[in-house]
């Protein structure tokens, strides 16, 4: 399925990248950010989340009802860093296969 946006065209079968970089995973822009990501999954959109060291040392302080819900969206979860122990589980990357994913995706949304 081709979709078009203000942005352009994407194809539904190309995932979306979501790079959180922000260290306050309680702020509203993180929340809405994270219910459009899994919005965009429960319609069966490939969806990728990458987290950055800031915003998994973040996360632990975090509630994680919202990051619980990943995984049974078909979230996948990545971090170019040891992941400490977190409410979902998150896949280590080098940053040549973060460099190649981000490529292949059809749009990156950072936040």
């Not at 399925?1 to 995932?15: K, V």
């Not at 995984?71 to 998150?90: E, I, M, N, Q």
């Amino acid at each position: 399925m081709l979709l078009s946006t203000a942005t352009g065209s994407f194809s539904l079968a190309n995932p979306i990248l979501y790079i959180a970089t922000g260290s306050a995973p309680l702020s509203s822009q993180f929340q809405e950010t994270l219910d459009m990501l899994l919005t965009g999954a429960a319609f069966g959109q490939p969806t990728i989340l990458w987290l950055t060291e800031a915003s998994l040392s973040q996360l632990q302080r975090a509630p994680s009802d919202a990051l619980a819900q990943l995984p049974d969206f078909g979230v996948r979860c990545v971090t170019d860093s040891l992941a400490p122990v977190t409410p979902v589980p998150v896949e280590t990357l080098d940053s040549q296969s973060l460099l190649r994913l981000r490529d292949q995706c059809a749009q990156v949304v950072v936040f």
